[in-house]
């Protein structure tokens, strides 16, 4: 599965790249690790508890990759936009969720205090869960995530 999904974010990074987005040129990729204690939403997949990578592809920037670790064996991938604002913790890496009821929605990733990319959903309900949050009817939850930074094998 991994070799599968591996395979298709290579198509989508070559296709972002036709499409305009410019390739980065770090020397390392950079991963978050965050340890998750509930079931989340992204992209109407839900994913267990447990802990997961979170990285940028090379080719396109606005895309995450999400892979759990260890007994978490899944994964799922998310465009995202530059978030607006800042970090809402400083300068340390976040993982922010919508939480609605008993649902938790991925809402936005932060590497830095301003580095940040909000998860772009066409679906109805991440919608509706927004309005929500903007009417005070939801939380947002701010997990503090690890830095780790490994060499490009390009």
Excluded: C
Aim: proline share 3%; no cysteine.
């Amino acid at each position: 599965m991994r070799s599968l999904l591996r395979k298709s974010m290579l198509t989508a990074g070559a296709l972002a790249l036709v499409g305009g987005v410019a390739a980065r040129a770090d020397a390392q990729e950079s991963l978050l690790r965050v340890k998750v204690p509930f079931q989340f939403v992204v992209h109407g997949k839900t994913l267990p508890a447990g802990e997961y990578l979170i990285e940028r592809l090379d080719l396109s920037p606005n895309v995450l990759l999400i892979e759990g670790t260890k007994d978490v064996k899944e994964a799922a991938m998310v465009s995202t936009m530059t978030a607006a604002g800042h970090d809402p913790k400083g300068d340390t890496p976040v993982v922010t969720f919508t939480h609605h009821e008993n649902e938790y929605q991925l809402q936005s990733v932060w590497e830095s205090e301003g580095d940040g990319q909000t998860v772009i959903s066409n679906s109805n309900r991440h919608a509706s869960l927004k309005a929500d949050a903007t009417e005070s009817h939801a939380e947002t939850i701010a997990l503090n995530a690890e830095a780790i930074h490994r060499a490009n094998n390009h």
